[in-house]
Antibody, heavy 120, light 107 residues
């Protein structure tokens, strides 16, 4: 079954760090660029970061650059998001998404999301 | 960053009717636009990519058009399950952005 499954969310205090994971299955993970997208409660979608299929290139939205790091382990079919200096406004559902490749920047497969609440 | 502005913010229509959602970009983005549907509590689903190409598995009543700075998503013959929020997205450069969303209610 072709799917993505995020994990690692929860409740964390402001200023702390956390790593999210996204496990891929049912397709050749190493063929695809991957993205992280988040959605604050009641708000719209917010693209955060992308990483190339080989992991050598990445890019970030301005609001996370320097605080969050996207990475991947193709041997484990897993995508990661390392988050540091977490703030209250990082509270959101975090989705990983697969880039179609055929139409770069279009996301044809999404995980169900993992919820992160930043609270003291 | 490239800004995307969707209109309307919300709309309501009846089963069988057609609706059109507009997405305007702050600069020309060729046809690097995708459209997504998101139901409450669910992950988004890709409907349209490259402005007008229907994603495999998406119903044919969804169609997209446009280029440059003006794009539209049309839903024909509305069905109850089309009640959702719709987002446009640009990938003209690697700083990807989404529109703010349009909530569609089916009466």
């Amino acid at each position: 079954q072709v799917q993505l499954e995020e994990s690692g969310g929860g409740v964390v205090q402001p200023g702390r760090s956390l790593r999210l994971s996204c496990a891929a299955s049912g397709f050749t993970f190493s063929f695809y660029a991957m993205h992280w997208v988040r959605q604050a409660p009641g708000q719209g979608l917010e693209w955060m970061a992308l990483i190339s299929s080989d992991g050598f290139r990445s890019n970030y939205a301005d609001f996370v650059r320097g605080r969050f790091t996207i990475s991947r382990d193709n041997s484990k079919n897993t995508l990661y998001l390392q988050m540091s200096s977490l703030r209250h406004d990082d509270t959101a559902v975090y989705f990983c998404a697969r880039d179609t490749g055929a139409a770069p920047g279009a996301f044809d497969l999404w995980g169900q999301g993992t919820m992160l609440a930043v609270s003291s | 960053d490239i800004q995307l502005t969707q209109s309307p913010t919300s709309l309501s229509a009846s089963v069988g009717e057609s609706v059109t959602i507009t997405c305007r970009a702050s600069q020309s983005i060729s046809n690097f636009v995708s459209w997504y549907q998101q139901s409450p509590g669910k992950a988004p689903k890709l409907l349209i990519y490259a402005a007008s190409t229907l994603q495999s598995g998406a119903p044919s009543r969804f169609s997209g058009s446009g280029s440059g700075t003006h794009f539209t998503l049309t839903v024909s013959s509305l069905q109850p399950e089309d009640s959702a929020t719709y987002y446009c997205q640009q990938s003209y450069n690697t700083l990807i952005t989404f529109g703010q969303g349009t909530r569609l209610e089916i009466k």
